[in-house]
């Protein structure tokens, strides 16, 4: 361990100890209780659980920048599917999502006016009309040869209301 | 919408009509109020806010299938770090992984067995030695170029008795 490292996340390793004093998930199991997979934002003012009456055990969770259907999700939803009980998936993007605003290069000139480096070279997944890709995504969980008993819907998340509504 | 979504997802939805009738979380910021990303699996049986003692708006979530540290999660961090508050990073694995069981052949192998496709064309990220490759995974963002601003560690979240354990 680095000293750096030790320093730099004291207060929620604190908070981790009262929170495995008082541990009540022990008795969990490996598979997702209600068969459920849900690809959202990495945005903080979402809470996956809560805002669908799940419960620790119910769901697997992945989260990215834009709730974004990439290889690395397709990779997760596979195991998901076959080997941890998941025969539906929703895909969650949100409102207010720094994912859609703007296009690509937009992104590029807010993280160089952060400053950040040149980021050209990247591919963030910006996406101009959010429902059209999210549509799109969701065609992709579809069409993937490897999740051929996967049931998918595409949904929005409103940050303001808590509500979720169904695009496909 | 396609008759079939309509009826695979009632009944979260039901429950997010209810999360959203008593919605209490509308004026976050989407900001990191914490400064904290944490990237960790999909698993069902994590809570990645709760384990850590923080709040809806505290922290950006990443998380796929081994808690690994890809070009999505690569992708998901420049944004955070330079657009969304963060500026320290936790990747956190746990005991008990589907990922860290075996090798790649023997995740192929169960995918089969489990009435699945062949998937030996795709790459799963399976880890043999998870100590060893959450430390590689740290290391892969703090050698980014494109992260230099980041504090990043290492960290074992054990499923059974609920506490994080630091490994660089």
Wanted: net charge negative.
């Amino acid at each position: 361990m680095q000293d750096d490292d030790a320093t730099s996340f004291p207060d929620v390793l604190a908070a981790n100890a009262a929170y495995a004093n008082g541990f009540g998930l022990g008795g969990l199991a490996p598979r997702a209780a209600r068969g459920l997979a849900i690809v959202t934002c990495m945005d903080s003012r979402i809470e996956p659980l809560a805002m669908l009456g799940l419960a620790p055990g119910d769901a697997k969770i992945l989260r990215n920048a834009g709730a974004r259907v990439t290889e690395d999700v397709l990779r997760s939803l596979v195991l998901a599917s076959y080997l941890l009980g998941v025969d539906r998936a929703m895909v969650i993007a949100h409102t207010n999502c720094r994912m859609a605003e703007g296009d690509e290069s937009d992104v590029h000139d807010a993280v160089r006016d952060a400053g950040g480096p040149d980021t050209r070279s990247l591919t963030f997944l910006v996406s101009g009309d959010q429902n059209g890709t999210v549509r799109e995504d969701v065609q992709r969980v579809r069409s993937w040869p490897y999740l051929t008993g996967l049931e998918v819907g595409g949904f929005l998340y409103d940050v303001d209301s808590g509500r979720i509504t169904q695009l496909c």
